[in-house]
């Protein structure tokens, strides 16, 4: 084997680790970009199921009084 031989292949084991250590960061990277979207996705889900909670207690709250109405109005 040729020194030249050797010193090429030290550069590809080095050059190796490096992709190696880029594509690791790609990969945390994602995952971090990840978690702050569905961070992001749960919070406005919560915020819906506010929403929709809040209405449906409004429509609940209507048919009780809507009911209690009816019935005072036909015993007085």
């Not at 030290?10 to 594509?23: G, V």
């Not at 702050?36 to 909670?53: C, L, M, P, Q, V």
């Amino acid at each position: 084997m040729r020194v030249s031989e050797c010193f090429y292949r030290l550069m590809q084991a080095m050059s190796d680790e490096q992709q190696l250590e880029r594509l690791e960061k790609k990969v945390d990277d994602g995952f971090a970009e990840s978690r702050a979207e569905f961070r992001a996705i749960r919070a406005d889900f919560r915020d819906e199921i506010g929403g929709i909670n809040r209405t449906i207690q409004a429509m609940w709250l209507t048919m009780i009084v809507g009911f209690a109405a009816i019935l005072l109005r036909h015993h007085l």
